[in-house]
């Protein structure tokens, strides 16, 4: 674990190095739209919540591969948020109510989710281009991913698909 972990921060550093070199400028794959609510403490706690502002530290470019690639189980929430940045909406899993963050990537401005209060997934948004991927993150008790799920469209096609990993490490991708 302790190697995993010094080669996350390298490669970390790397891209981060990268992304600093750039003369681009791109807008961050967070969407835009503001959600009615209260401020996320961050904890997986049941404190009431909703979105974090985001923290400057964001994915030039995020896809499923970045996710699989990236998102690993026993990161820390800061280690999640240094993967995706600070914008995510707080719900709780339809399961076990547990509670979870979901990051919505690629949503058009004034995007609105369905549902802010459960792991509700919005196929026909992403099916009709409004966002484009979700990301759902759960966590043990003490505050380290335990499972997670992205939802997203295969171009080649046409089908939204669910990855995810299961807290037993299994991994599952289908198309939905």
């Not at 997986?44 to 530290?57: F, H, I, K, L, V």
Request: with cysteine.
């Amino acid at each position: 674990m302790k190697n995993v972990t010094v080669v996350f921060f390298l490669a970390l550093a790397l891209l981060l190095g990268i992304a600093a070199c750039s003369d681009q400028t791109e807008t961050p794959p967070h969407s835009e739209h503001s959600n009615a609510g209260e401020t996320t403490t961050g904890q997986p706690d049941g404190e009431q919540s909703n979105r974090e502002q985001p923290s400057g530290e964001q994915v030039k470019e995020l896809d499923i591969s970045y996710v699989k690639e990236n998102l690993k189980q026993g990161l820390s929430q800061d280690e999640v948020k240094k993967l995706f940045g600070d914008k995510f909406t707080k719900v709780k899993s339809a399961m076990d109510n547990t509670d979870m963050w979901r990051y919505d990537f690629g949503a058009r401005e004034g995007y609105q989710s369905p549902d802010d209060q459960y792991d509700t997934v919005d196929v026909e948004g992403i099916k009709n281009g409004e966002l484009e991927m979700i990301v759902f993150v759960g966590w043990t008790i003490d505050g380290r991913v335990d499972t997670f799920s992205a939802y997203y469209m295969k171009k080649s096609d046409g089908n939204v698909y669910d990855y995810r990993v299961l807290p037993n490490g299994e991994v599952k991708e289908q198309a939905i």
